[in-house]
């Protein structure tokens, strides 16, 4: 782990996201990210990649920097096709 990183202690916010970062799962239709880790990362979030669409496989994470220099966030993901 990178100096100034801590380990992520929120869980994905769907029901049927179950897994974890080292054994990630997803029910059918739904993209499950797990956070393994971030640097000066605040309000983190998973958004679809195209806003309000939703497409189903692609998402991307946003957040803001708690400090200047270098902010990050590790994840895995995973999806199940319906």
Do not use: H, I, R
Request: aromatic share 8%.
């Amino acid at each position: 782990m990178n100096v100034g990183a801590t380990t992520a202690t929120t869980t994905d916010t769907n029901a049927g996201c179950t897994g974890t970062a080292g054994a990630p799962v997803a029910p059918a239709g739904v993209v499950c990210v797990y956070v393994s880790g971030e640097a000066n990362a605040l309000n983190l979030q998973g958004l679809a990649a195209n806003g309000a669409a939703g497409m189903p496989c692609g998402f991307k994470l946003v957040w803001n920097s708690a400090a200047t220099g270098d902010t990050f966030v590790d994840a895995v993901w995973a999806y199940t096709a319906p």
